[in-house]
């Protein structure tokens, strides 16, 4: 069983700042990818933010200049620091992690945490 335990939404104002964090535990082999998402109701949830298997990292367009992805590997921990935030940055953001739960099989899964809202709002 693995579980991803995202941390650190909340209320904050345009041109705020917030860090969110993933925090992965359980069953956990080896972890080949991890990012962000987020979703806004009504609509598909979109990549904002991940570390390929190869450790590049990928941003949205929307995104970029103002969001970092970071991780500690050791702590099996995702972040992301997210700046001069904007209204349309409100949604609710989710952490994906792509692994492997055992050394026998080579299966890679996909895992979802449970989300944390954040909200841009004046």
């Known amino acids: 069983q693995v579980q991803l335990v995202e941390s650190g939404g909340g209320l904050v104002q345009p041109g705020g700042s917030l860090r969110l964090s993933c925090a992965a535990s359980g069953s956990i082999f080896s972890i080949y990818g991890m990012g962000w998402h987020r979703q806004v109701p009504g609509k598909q949830r979109e990549l904002v933010a991940q570390?390929?298997?190869?450790?590049?990292?990928n941003y949205a367009d929307s995104v970029k200049g103002r969001f970092t992805i970071s991780r500690d590997n050791a702590k099996n921990t995702l972040y992301l620091q997210m700046n001069n935030l904007k209204p349309e940055d409100t949604a609710v953001y989710y952490c994906n992690a792509i692994l492997r739960t055992t050394s026998i099989s080579t299966a890679r899964y996909s895992y979802w945490g449970q989300g944390t809202q954040v909200t841009v709002s004046s």
């Open positions: 570390f390929s298997s190869g450790g590049s990292t």
